[in-house]
């Protein structure tokens, strides 16, 4: 039986950090039109929660913009790159989180080390994004716990905005 995992309130707050500092953010690029290379236009922006955080026992959002544009040519509307994996509902950093968690331990326990991470998330999330094939994830070993880059990279990323 492996040790419980225990969550230094230093990595959790790095983490959170890094999680608040997309708050806001707007993805905009899209070189061309990822269905057929034609050139496009401005459409809209849309709102998309990138991870809920608890803070003081209830919710909050992390919500960044992205940016939809339409094809000049096959009139295809597609939005701008952004930390997104296919058919998921939060950012996928978070994903990577769960994914990485998950080959470390039963997925009820990877949905209690999110909530002690300050991350707001069900064990049927858990599931199924544990559950997903994208690939290897690179990690960095923080405190005895598997972090992926792509978190990190965004704390990097909120320290350079503050």
Known sequence: MKKKVR??????????????GADGHEFTHLPACPHCGGPL???DSKSRKF???IENDTGRDVVVRVK???????????????????????GSP????????????????V???MGQLGIQIDRGSVR??????????????????????SVMSLS???????
């Open 7 to 20: 969550v230094p309130p230093m990595l959790a707050a790095v983490i959170q950090n890094a999680l608040i």
């Open 41 to 43: 236009s401005g459409y």
């Open 51 to 53: 991870v809920t955080l």
């Open 68 to 90: 939809r544009f339409r094809c000049s040519v096959c009139g295809r509307v597609s939005s701008a790159h952004a930390p997104f994996y296919p058919d998921t509902r939060i």
């Open 94 to 109: 978070v994903v990577d989180l769960c994914i990485v968690l998950a080959e470390e331990m039963p997925l009820h326990r």
């Open 111 to 113: 949905a209690v080390v």
């Open 128 to 149: 199924n994004y544990a559950m997903m094939d994208i690939g290897h994830i690179p990690t960095t070993n923080i405190f005895g716990i598997r972090i992926p880059d």
């Open 156 to 162: 990097i990323l909120a320290s350079r905005r503050v």
